[in-house]
């Protein structure tokens, strides 16, 4: 008898630890108490001027624009209009980034021929020297790299625009390197 009271037990004591293991909740971390700025702490966010958003949209290239037409109105060095739309809205990619890398893909979808991509990879390699919003020149670097990918033509230019690339720019690709 007493052999089947310590195994009844034993068995009592195992099914109770299986059942508080399983039903247990996980331990809630403490939640952290964020102060409540008052009102001359409270950060606003000033809400981006309609004239910037129109501004950048009107400079949008129409979809019946040849690819020499895009790639002749293109204009590099966006810095101070990037910095000016940054300033109004630091909490926002300014419009005028979006709308360049814009362009520069429709440029890049555009190219066809071996001649329209010497064109296209001749104003990668201009943005590339002359712009100064270091993530207009790392898209630059991008899309003339595929361009040297594809066209051998262009493979003998890539390493000279690569090695030409501001030092932020050669930094940040060799995170992208495929």
């Not at 004239?51 to 810095?79: A, F, V």
């Not at 990619?93 to 979808?109: N, Q, R, Y």
């Not at 296209?120 to 790299?145: G, M, N």
């Amino acid at each position: 008898m007493n052999q089947r009271v310590v195994y009844s037990v034993g068995i009592l004591i195992f099914v109770g630890v299986v059942i508080f293991f399983t039903s247990s909740r996980p331990a809630k971390a403490p939640t952290p108490k964020i102060p409540t700025p008052t009102a001359s702490e409270a950060v606003t966010e000033t809400p981006r001027p309609a004239e910037d958003i129109q501004s950048s949209l009107t400079n949008l290239q129409k979809p019946t624009e040849s690819l020499q037409q895009k790639i002749k109105n293109y204009k590099t060095d966006k810095g101070q209009e990037y910095r000016e739309q940054l300033e109004r809205n630091p909490h926002q990619t300014p419009p005028v980034a979006l709308i360049s890398a814009l362009k520069l893909g429709e440029i890049f979808d555009g190219v066809k021929t071996e001649k329209e991509a010497l064109e296209a990879f001749d104003l990668y390699s201009k943005c590339v020297s002359e712009e100064s919003v270091v993530a207009l020149q790392i898209t630059c670097l991008r899309y003339a790299k595929r361009l040297a990918q594809t066209y051998d033509t262009l493979s003998k230019k890539w390493p000279d625009l690569e090695a030409s690339a501001s030092p932020e720019a050669k930094d940040i690709l060799k995170f992208g390197k495929n």
